[in-house]
């Protein structure tokens, strides 16, 4: 199998500057783009069947891990939703070419959609976010999944001391919740009113989903009442939908989208 071309990108400048880490794939669009989730790296099992996925089909694949993951540069606790949500613009802009469909699990569904809405912004019709797919999509989650469900005990610590290290079962180290990250989450917040895309939209969501329930996936479709969405409930799948059937759901979704924006005009050809 050939591998994807490994570089890095310096996002940010002066004590702010940290390299980011990108594997990418050539080939025709629309490409894929990978968004992963909080403390979740580009080598996991998702990733690695979508890379797969487009050697096999001839798409270009891009991937990255934010700062504070995986290979990329940075401290995970100087991370927000505003500093990776940087970094995934700077790597669609300048790492990738043409059309592309966002795939985001878990925190990468909320940075996916924070990127679409600023290619919007910038582009308008011309954007080339050309379609979504969003794996257990965890918009708003340090207000409405963290904030929200932390005893006064927590939301103390964290004011006091800056942190609070929240045991995880995915990790052998807790995961340290930043008093920045809350905050900064707060200016980034999407589902107190309504979300445009201007693209299609595919929902995977497990409802034994333990750290983002259902009813989330099922509050976020109502936010996306302009947009063209399919919502898939799992009955028996968890956060992570890493099953082998849970993955043919992925590609299966991706190749639909991908292929039916290929036969759409170009940004270009969409100007008036």
Request: net charge negative; with cysteine.
């Amino acid at each position: 199998m050939t591998p994807p071309v490994a570089s890095t990108l310096t996002v940010g400048t002066g004590p702010e500057a940290r390299d980011i880490a990108i594997l990418k794939r050539g080939g025709r669009a629309p490409g894929i783009v990978w968004l992963g989730g909080f403390k979740s790296d580009m080598t996991g099992t998702k990733a690695a069947a979508l890379d797969t996925w487009a050697l096999e089909t001839g798409r270009a694949f891009t991937r990255f891990d934010y700062s504070g993951h995986g290979a990329s540069g940075g401290r995970f606790d100087d991370g927000t939703i505003s500093r990776w949500l940087e970094e995934s613009l700077a790597v669609f802009e300048r790492e990738t070419a043409g059309d592309q469909i966002l795939v985001g699990s878990s925190m990468g569904g909320w940075i996916a959609l924070l990127l679409a809405r600023a290619e919007r912004a910038k582009a308008g019709a011309a954007s080339r976010v050309r379609g979504m797919v969003l794996i257990a999509p965890a918009p708003d989650f340090t207000e409405r999944l963290m904030w929200a469900r932390f005893p006064e005990a927590v939301r103390a610590e964290i004011l006091d001391k800056g942190v609070w290290s929240q045991p995880s079962p995915y990790a052998d180290e807790p995961y340290r919740i930043t008093r920045a990250l809350i905050e900064d989450g707060r200016r980034n917040l999407l589902m107190d009113g309504p979300i445009e895309t201007g693209c299609p939209v595919t929902i995977l969501q497990g409802v034994k989903d333990e750290d983002v329930p259902w009813r989330h996936a099922v509050d976020l479709v109502t936010c996306l009442a302009r947009d063209d969405v399919v919502l898939t409930l799992v009955k028996d799948g968890d956060h992570r939908l890493s099953r082998p059937e849970d993955l043919k759901r992925l590609l299966d979704a991706v190749e639909a989208l991908a292929t039916g924006a290929e036969g759409l005009p170009s940004p270009a050809e969409r100007l008036p």
